[in-house]
């Protein structure tokens, strides 16, 4: 059975579940799952995540979109109202800032559009918000999809992240591999676990986990 512990977040009310095993991504096979279940969909943890993100942001980085991944619309709503209070901290201290998500096609891999959409993309700085970042598959694909509709992305934020940059662009994320301690993925067919013949445990992906 996978092991399970917590860990807080260095001056901050925020917690990392997490899971000690074998487990199965889309992508790789890595020995903790990440589980930021409540992160997304607690209102009260979402603030606090919003809140230690927008930190990397607040005084630098002029944000006119928030592209959400992996179901983090409640973080990113939360975020939009911590950039846009009336602060002298904030550059963007009442400036409108849009949340949005967006629609998948070709199986779930490309990122679309619609024409109603258009004006929060096109000519906007956008920032991706992703639940994790870890081989940076999703972010490039959240990038190109802005770059496509003419937007310009201005950072790439996440709650745990592997990677401190997608395509030149800085990842900042609450949690690293370093909270760890002895974080590893592989990928598929370079599997040590699946090597020694260890089962399993369950897949993973941005929605959750499925044991087998």
């Known amino acids: 059975m996978a092991e399970e512990y917590n860990i807080r977040a260095e001056n901050s009310d925020v917690i990392l579940h997490v899971k000690k095993g074998h487990f199965a991504t889309m992508h790789s096979h890595t020995n903790y799952f990440v589980d930021v279940t409540t992160q997304k969909m607690n209102l009260a943890e979402a603030k606090a995540v919003a809140k230690e993100l927008a930190e990397s942001y607040r ?30 901290l904030n550059i963007n201290a009442k400036h409108p800032i849009y949340v949005m998500s967006p629609e998948y096609i070709s199986g779930g891999h490309q990122m ?55 395509d030149s662009t800085p990842v900042r994320s609450i949690f690293d591999p370093n909270d760890l301690g002895d974080y590893c993925s592989f990928k598929p067919n370079r599997c040590p676990f699946c090597e020694e013949g260890k089962k399993i445990e369950a897949l993973v992906n941005s929605y959750g986990y499925s044991a087998l």
């Open 59 to 88: 005084a630098q980085t002029i944000i006119d979109s928030i592209l959400c991944i992996d179901g983090m619309e409640v973080v990113g709503t939360c975020m939009a109202s911590e950039l846009t209070q009336d602060h002298y």
């Open 112 to 166: 679309m559009f619609r024409d109603n959409h258009l004006p929060m993309l096109s000519g906007k700085n956008v920032l991706v918000l992703a639940a994790s970042v870890t081989t940076g598959k999703s972010a490039l694909a959240a990038m190109d999809a802005v770059a496509y509709y003419g937007g310009k992305v201005v950072g790439v934020a996440a709650i745990f992240a592997t990677v401190g940059e997608c």
